[in-house]
Each structure stands twice: as structure tokens, then as C-alpha cells.
């Protein structure tokens, strides 16, 4: 973190199921590591599973407030393309960073055809026009290659730390993975490492 700043925030949205919390906890057990204050707050919709989830993810060296002010987030990390973009319209600072999973997860009222889904490029376009910088990718599928698709999650905080955009060394979340992930923990990690260069080739090739 620059000596200019106080605080480091960021969004994590998505939808219940896909991992919000244990990448908020991940996210805050390594910032912990290089010693900084963390406050997180998840936030639920009316279901758990399958409703919507946004995380709060404050770092800094004083922090008090759990929650993030509107466009005050440094990142939205989106697990979810609707949820990403609604995240961004809400949290996401202007030229902030957006990292998104571009696989989407149908509501019910799309599924039983009473609502339609936009165009996942539709919603790349609106959240260009106010994040500086977007990494889409599926990270679903880079999750599946990996050996466990359920850990996109894990795949999105690797991009998050080969962008080189945290205030600490990716090795810390390597780290708390270790510690937060009891169960599948070699699929996990090759899941973050494959996120990690995807994250490092995405910021070398837009500089």
C-alpha cells in the first residue's frame, strides 16, 4: 500500500454457493500476514444460495467502518456477470479495477423464461465506462482444468494478485489458502496459480 494511502477496499459479488465468503476470509487472513487492519462484512439476499452476496473487504492501517462507501471500492472482484455489474454501479470507484468471471448463473425468472439475461458483452460495455481497467475471464472453466470447478473463486483471487494491485505479496494468499482450505487444497492451488498468470499476462499485454 502507498504511503498516501489509508484504506484498500474492495467488492467481492456474486451469487450464494459460489465462494464469496471463503475469498473475503482468504483475502482478510492475508492482509493480516503483512500485518494490516481488515474489517468484512458479507452481505446476503433474500436467499443464501442462490441469491445474491456481496462481500466487504477493508485494508488499511486504521480501519473501523466493516462496510464499503459507495464508490469508494478499489476492485470489484464479480464471481457473476449481473452481480458484477451491479457491484460496479454501486461500490466501484471511477478508474477502479474490475476482475470478473464472465460465466453466468441464470435466475429463476430467466430459467422459466419470464425475464432474459443481457448479453454478457452488453454488460462488459456499461462496466467499461467506469472502471479504468477489466479482466474478464471464465474463470469457471480455467477452474475446471484446474481439477475442481467449484473453485473459480480461488482461480479470481489468483488473477486479483497477479495484477499486482493488492498491498502484499501474492505468496501471503498462497499461504492463507493453506490455512483456509482444508479439502482439495493441491486442486485449489493450481487453481490460484493458473489465476495468478492469467492475472500477470492480462496486465503485462494492457501496459
Known sequence: MKKSESEFNIIISG???QGNVKAA??????AIKARYKVRISDVYGIAQRGGPVVSHIRIGEEIYGSLVEEHK???????EPMETL????????VGGLVIMNTRPIYPVEV????????????????????AGSVIALDATEVAKDSG???????VMLGVLAGSGVLPFESGLLKEAIKE????????????????????KMRTTNKN
Open 180 to 199: 483456509n482450505i482444508p479439502r482439495f487444497l493441491e486442486e485449489n492451488l493450481r487453481a490460484f496459480d493458473a489465476g495468478l498468470s492469467i492475472g
Open 148 to 154: 475442481l470447478p467449484i473453485a473459480s473463486n480461488i
Open 111 to 130: 430459467n422459466i423464461g419470464k425475464a432474459v439475461y443481457p448479453d454478457v458483452n452488453v454488460i462488459l460495455s456499461e462496466i467499461s465506462k467506469i
Open 15 to 17: 451469487v450464494g454457493g
Open 73 to 79: 471500492a478499489d476492485i470489484v472482484l464479480g464471481l
Open 25 to 30: 476470509q482468504i483475502l482478510g487472513a492475508a
Open 86 to 93: 451491479r457491484a460496479v454501479a454501486k461500490f466501484l470507484k
